[in-house]
């Protein structure tokens, strides 16, 4: 496997992007304790204010983007002090395992352990067990999504109060959205590069891109069971405007279902996860990008959950790119909306 992915170049790509994306470590921060633990095994970094406080603080734990492939605690190092900083918030950050050496689902399995280890542990850290939220980013969106439907029938844990979805990647059943169409080549995540992380994620390899892409992955049958939540028509109109041609139906290719089917599991596109799940869930807050690839994921989950009475604070940035968020304050340039976005993210926490 490693030897085919040498090969390709592809090892020496996500090497070198991983190099580029690791971030500078930083130095001591006044207002924080920071320190570097273990939660079930799972490298963790938590972050806690160092003002003391009449009664314990709300929890966040964060997973960080990357398409499950790049990102590290460095990574998203400014980000979870902020956070933690201007909601005055106790903040664990999870390096949990990256794909193509770690497949679906260690990532989700490392997010949910270290949740459940804080969840078990909170008053070590002054955390209020009724005001504990999920939040990431991009593929962390997508795993705290997963995370929360995990958690969302448990009796014998503390209740998640929220979870925070920011850009999140929720499904792999369409490819060709309006969003996916109107945004193909637009950085930082281009369409193909969606699929290509997605099957990283799943199956170490992307072979079957260019059939996941056109759509030839899915059955007919079950792409009529999930077009009820996937599908254009849940898309508000005006996010059609810019130019959206329907597209014809691609023939099924049944040996590269065989090799994807598990992108029908909730576990790995929380999208698809049935009613009886989504009614259960936390509040929650979902961020969209106008510019992004993923933009209709977070639109369909939105409606999904207000179908299903759950409370969703919605922010989209009209002027926003996916990634924006974890350009906060990095290398020493910031976008104006990338902090709109971020401080949008700590009001509603410090509704909670």
């Not at 972050?47 to 009449?54: E, F, G, M, S, V």
């Not at 439907?149 to 850009?167: F, N």
């Not at 990647?169 to 637009?186: E, I, K, M």
Request: hydrophobic residues 35%; glycine residues 8%; contains cysteine.
């Amino acid at each position: 496997q490693g030897r085919i992915l040498e090969k390709t170049g592809l090892c020496s790509q996500i090497t070198f992007g991983r190099y580029v994306r690791q971030g500078r470590k930083l130095g001591l921060d006044p207002k924080l304790f920071i320190q570097d633990l273990q939660f079930n095994e799972v490298p963790v970094r938590a972050y806690q204010p160092k003002a003391t406080l009449d009664g314990p603080r709300r929890g966040i734990l964060f997973f960080h983007g990357g398409g499950w492939v790049f990102g590290s605690l460095d990574t998203y190092e400014k980000v979870c002090r902020y956070l933690s900083r201007e909601s005055d918030s106790v903040v664990v950050s999870v390096q949990y395992r990256l794909a193509p050496e770690h497949r679906y689902p260690a990532a989700y399995e490392d997010c949910l352990n270290a949740t459940l280890h804080f969840l078990q542990h909170l008053e070590h850290y002054g955390v209020d067990p009724a005001r504990v939220t999920v939040c990431g980013d991009s593929a962390g969106g997508n795993l705290a999504a997963a995370v929360s439907q995990t958690l969302a029938g448990r009796s014998d844990l503390p209740r998640l109060r929220a979870q925070i979805l920011i850009y999140p990647g929720l499904q792999a059943l369409d490819f060709n959205l309006p969003s996916y169409q109107q945004n193909r080549g637009v950085p930082l995540l281009f369409r193909e590069r969606a699929a290509f992380f997605a099957l990283l994620y799943l199956n170490g390899d992307a072979v079957h891109m260019q059939e996941v892409l056109e759509g030839s992955h899915i059955p007919p049958d079950m792409r009529l069971k999930y077009r009820k939540w996937v599908s254009p028509d849940n898309i508000p109109e005006e996010f059609k405007v810019r130019g959206v041609k329907p597209l014809r139906p691609t023939d099924f290719i049944a040996e590269v279902y065989e090799t994807v089917k598990r992108f029908c599991e909730p576990n790995l596109c929380p999208l698809l996860a049935e009613d009886s799940v989504v009614h259960q869930l936390p509040e929650s807050f979902i961020l969209t990008c106008e510019y992004d690839v993923l933009r209709d994921d977070g639109l369909l989950y939105k409606k999904r959950l207000e179908d299903n009475g759950v409370r969703v604070t919605w922010y989209h940035l009209e002027d926003g790119f996916h990634g924006i968020i974890s350009l906060y304050d990095y290398c020493g340039f910031s976008f104006p909306s990338g902090k709109r976005g971020l401080d949008s993210v700590v009001n509603f926490l410090k509704s909670l």
